[in-house]
């Protein structure tokens, strides 16, 4: 079946760096266009980036252009998200997710703080 396992969360002081990191299997990896989300406590879960199966093209939350950056390794089946000067605001749950939303990680928390 469809998995998608998300790691690398953690506590990171503002302006700091932390590397999200998203394994697929059950599926043609390299082939599938994949997303980043987060949710932060009261908030509705809100889209953070994509890229495209190919890895060349992104698309940015504008709120996180020029701080995240979104990649991936088709023969790894692993796609990152890079995430610098980080900010409290950015505190939250972050899941990957197929484009299509059809399937989810589990997700993996963020905290930002002093």
């Known amino acids: 079946q469809v998995q998608l396992v998300e790691s690398g969360g953690g506590l990171v002081q503002p302006g700091g760096s932390l590397r999200l990191s998203c394994v697929g299997s059950?599926?043609?990896?390299?082939?599938?266009?994949l997303s980043w989300y987060r949710q932060a406590p009261g908030k509705e879960r809100e889209f953070v980036g994509t890229i495209a199966s190919d890895g060349i093209d992104t698309n940015y939350l504008d709120s996180v252009k020029g701080r995240f950056t979104i990649s991936r390794d088709n023969g790894k089946n692993t796609m990152y998200l890079q995430m610098n000067s980080l900010k409290p605001e950015d505190t939250a749950v972050y899941y990957c997710?197929?484009?299509?939303?059809?399937?989810w990680g589990q997700g993996t928390q963020v905290t930002v703080s002093s």
């Open positions: 997710a197929t484009q299509n939303r059809a399937f």
């Open positions: 059950g599926f043609i990896f390299k082939i599938v266009p």
